[in-house]
């Protein structure tokens, strides 16, 4: 076991180097000059050619990227070209509020989508089943921006029960330690902001997790009617075990694997994809920002900051083949 | 077993939050510094009162130090924060005393003295003075990142002064600039945001991180800022001028305009920047919101380019296009945003000729002329848009072709080519144009800066041209060089309104709109007054 994960961390190396690789060449490819977008057209030529020489832009290719992961293997991700901040310092506020968001998506992701399966596979082609299947085809296809907007409208403009948009209203006031307010609140034991970041984060996690829960209820509808149909099921039914036993103790145990898969690379794409999210729920969170940097061709902000998340991704990979065990013992790594 | 896997799903959020601790790396942190050291989301007000103004708006402030971006979102924030030695006056572009009280001109206009305000304290208690003035105008020309410097005062590779050849302190409040060349909108161009006036000993304090913790002598005095979230500053109770009303100032960064919007009915915002032109009916269909519509500071216009052989040279082609466009169609595509053009400045600014009559649509009339210029027949021309809306024209592609179809009408066949902005400054700059979609926005609110940047042969060479039109004519260039250098202001209004009426016949452009952006506020927000240069101060606003 402990091999193994040696084995998957040591592999991160060649994911570091053809994510950098990737991330590099792709931004130089795409038209644009860095420093044109930071001065503006009103930069004289001269100004221009002195950033570009500061920024080493005119250095050939080869010679950035050799300087590049010089810096980040010695720790250094490098500075924002927009705002001279460093890079680490610049996501240090941001991906704490991206973490946040998914997770707690991914939570209610997990909840109602492995209920809503376990129910419809239970009570097969009942109403129930039809309702939710019904609605988890409407949940993979909703646009989220208008998904957003429509929640906005409803529980903030008209009907006054949550906080339109933002992590924390105004005046309330929180301690940051690890600039996940939910934790942070609790940590200092602040529970008046915990109630308003809980509420500031519920449409944002909803609306982010509405197609990762669409996606987890159909799953677990299917992997639990393969698992009910299959003898050892009839025989904890003959053995007399109660109802609910049968379905959480031995079915969904052995239906999980699959959607412990799903659940896997859904919190990888809620990691990328929560723009459209952070842009409607004002959400100052990395997926925007690297959005915006791409825009400003800000390459080492943009560069290093898919470099992390792409570490992130990896070790949530990891996180969920070392989970597997936990439900199929007969699985071995070595 | 079961509880196992409690553990291990317990397990996996603690790591992932973990990772998140990891990277946030320590309290001088993104988020802010309030001055003590403790890190706090929200504010930590130091002023008792709870009168809060909350202004929402689409991207958050690059660096809290002026003089090193151009971006208007910046600019809002520090022109709360510093002072400059002169302020705009609050409805237009004329300058009144800010930091200094007055101030004279020698005769050559190469000698400025600037006699200072007393007893003003920066926000960290220590002195304003001649040499934190002086500190601040030597510290603008030590690199190429002081961007406005360099481009307001023509700081080269060879020359990082520009044109200011020395600046001293000639007694404690006491300032002298000498010029090496005279310069007429000098004034102006020194109440810019850009140059306003931070404590030296907060700049060599914090050095590279400046930027995150600004210090003025402004009407507000910065708090926290939580980068793409908010940033929090509370009012200068000590302020020289008129001390503000509100006692806290937010900026919140709303990225969606309908986000936004929706916002400021739910009352959780009291101002909103870049309102869509279609939400407008509902904000006055709203009882609680009203509309105030920002001044217009920038001009939107097709540049013909008279440098190419051919019918673009020839001035009678020029003012058949002119009359040839229907404007009143165009400014459909603006949204009520828009105002007609007619002069290559907007009316906001001093020095506006209104005298001047538009040429009116009039396509007969425009054909009698191109037949005189012996294109009766028609021809066939490029026309060079960008892709990406402007502040001065939200429909570029919409206004290619409309202006393509109105020109169908006089035989002249347009070909329209797009392309993203970068390139589209690059080709026009270039001169590949017959004729190009352009705008400006005004940097001090001096004619100078739209007159000559955009329409003198000095600024008329291929690579790097502000006058895309190319357009060279001598009697403009010694009158705009003349406005340069003369210092009264009635003088200067005369000889500005006099190019403007050369520019009118000559018609190197066809002038299409100014904009004036409208913001939407809730009503108990009181005498907010948008400044024509993009940014006001909020020590005036009143909040019921």
């Known amino acids: 076991m402990i091999n193994y994960i040696i084995r998957r961390l040591l592999l991160l190396i060649p994911v570091f180097i053809g994510v950098s690789l990737l991330a590099f060449s792709l931004l130089r490819l795409i038209p644009g000059d860095p420093a044109k977008s930071m001065l503006g057209n009103k930069a004289t030529a001269a100004q221009l050619q002195s950033l570009r020489l500061e920024l080493g832009l005119d250095d050939p290719l080869p010679v950035q990227y050799k300087d590049y992961m010089e810096d980040v293997f010695q720790g250094d991700l490098g500075y924002s070209i927009k705002s001279h901040d460093s890079v680490l310092e610049e996501i240090s506020t941001r991906l704490p509020a991206t973490l946040e968001l998914s997770v707690v998506a991914l939570i209610f992701a997990i909840v109602i989508g492995v209920l809503a399966g376990i129910i419809s596979a239970v009570k097969r082609n009942s109403w129930f089943d039809h309702v939710s299947m019904t609605g988890a085809l409407f949940g993979v296809s909703m646009p989220i921006f208008w998904l957003g907007l429509m929640m906005i409208w409803l529980f903030s403009v008209t009907l006054h029960w949550l906080p339109p948009s933002g992590r924390l209203s105004v005046g309330v006031h929180l301690q940051l330690i690890t600039n996940i307010y939910l934790l942070d609140s609790l940590l200092t034991g602040n529970w008046q902001a915990f109630k308003d970041s809980f509420e500031h984060i519920l449409m944002p996690a909803l609306a982010l997790g509405t197609i990762p829960m669409a996606v987890i209820a159909r799953m677990t509808r299917s992997s639990m009617l393969e698992v009910l149909n299959q003898d050892f099921i009839r025989t904890a039914h003959a053995k007399g075990l109660a109802k609910y036993l049968i379905i959480f103790q031995h079915a969904l145990k052995n239906a999980f694997l699959p959607i412990l898969t799903v659940i896997g690379s859904q919190f990888g794409f809620l990691l990328g994809g929560a723009v459209l999210t952070e842009t409607i729920f004002s959400w100052p969170g990395v997926g925007r920002y690297v959005y915006q940097s791409i825009l400003s061709r800000d390459y080492p902000v943009v560069q290093s900051t898919i470099l992390i998340i792409a570490v992130l991704f990896v070790l949530i990979n990891l996180i969920t083949d070392i989970l597997y065990k936990y439900f199929d013992p007969r699985i071995r790594y070595d | ?544």
């Open chain 2, 1 to 544: 077993m079961k509880r196992k896997q409690y553990v291990m799903i317990l397990a996996l959020i603690m790591s992932l939050l973990l990772i998140a601790t990891g990277c946030s790396s320590g309290k001088d942190a993104a988020t802010q510094d309030n001055g003590n050291g403790g890190t706090t989301a929200a504010d930590n007000s130091k002023s008792n009162g709870n009168k809060t103004l909350v202004f929402g708006r689409g991207a958050d402030s690059v660096q809290l130090d002026p003089s090193k971006v151009t971006d208007g979102e910046s600019m809002y924030v520090t022109n709360q924060i510093y002072d400059t030695l002169v302020r705009y006056k609050q409805e237009n572009t004329e300058v009144k005393p800010a930091l200094a009280t007055d101030w004279q001109t020698s005769d050559d206009g190469k000698v400025w003295t600037f006699h200072l305000r007393k007893a003003v304290k920066f926000h960290d208690g220590t002195d304003f003075n001649a040499d934190a003035v002086v500190y601040n105008f030597k510290r603008w020309t030590k690199s190429a990142d002081f961007v406005y410097y360099g481009y307001m005062f023509g700081a080269s590779k060879d020359n990082m002064k520009g044109i200011i050849s020395d600046v001293e302190a000639a007694d404690d409040y006491t300032v002298k600039f000498t010029l090496s060349e005279p310069n007429a909108p000098f004034l102006q161009t020194l109440a810019m945001p850009p140059f306003g006036i931070a404590s030296p000993t907060a700049i060599k304090k914090y050095g590279d991180n400046y930027f995150k913790h600004p210090v003025g002598t402004g009407p507000f005095i910065f708090d926290s800022w939580v980068k793409d979230d908010k940033i929090t500053l509370h009012k200068n109770k000590e302020y020289f001028g008129q001390v503000a009303d509100v006692d806290k100032v937010i900026f919140r960064v709303i990225p969606d305009n309908s986000a936004r919007f929706m916002e400021l009915q739910a009352g959780t915002i009291d101002v909103m920047d870049g309102l869509n032109p279609e939400d407008m009916q509902k904000v006055t269909d709203d009882s609680n919101l009203k509309i105030v519509s920002r001044p217009s500071m920038n001009v939107a216009y097709m540049a013909m380019n008279t440098s190419k052989k051919g019918p673009m040279s020839n001035k009678k082609v020029r003012q058949a296009i002119n009359m040839a466009i229907d404007k009143k169609k165009l400014m459909s595509l603006y949204q009520g945003i828009g105002k007609e053009a007619k002069n290559p400045m907007p009316p906001s600014l001093w020095g506006y000729n209104d005298d001047v009559k538009d040429y009116s649509y009039n396509v007969e009339e425009a054909k009698k002329l191109l037949a005189e210029a012996g294109y009766g027949d028609g021809f066939t021309m490029n026309l060079y848009t960008m892709t990406n809306p402007r502040p001065y024209m939200p429909q570029p592609k919409l206004t290619a072709e409309a202006i393509q179809q109105m020109l169908k009408d006089v035989n002249i066949k347009v070909n329209i080519v797009e392309n993203d902005w970068d390139t589209h400054l690059a080709k026009t700059e270039d001169g590949e144009h017959d004729a190009a979609l352009m705008g400006w926005t005004g940097d001090n609110g001096d004619p100078d800066n739209f007159l000559y940047v955009l329409l003198d042969k000095d600024n008329a060479k291929k690579g790097s041209a502000g006058n895309i039109a190319f357009y060279k004519n001598d009697q403009v260039h010694d009158l705009l060089k003349k406005g340069q250098i003369t210092m009264d202001q009635n003088d200067r209004t005369e000889i500005y309104k006099q190019v403007q009426e050369i520019v009118h016949n000559d018609a190197p452009w066809v002038p299409i709109a100014y904009t004036t952006p409208p913001m939407a506020v809730n009503k108990k927000v009181m005498d907010y007054v948008p400044h024509p240069t993009g940014s006001e101060p909020f020590n005036y606003i009143k909040l019921k």
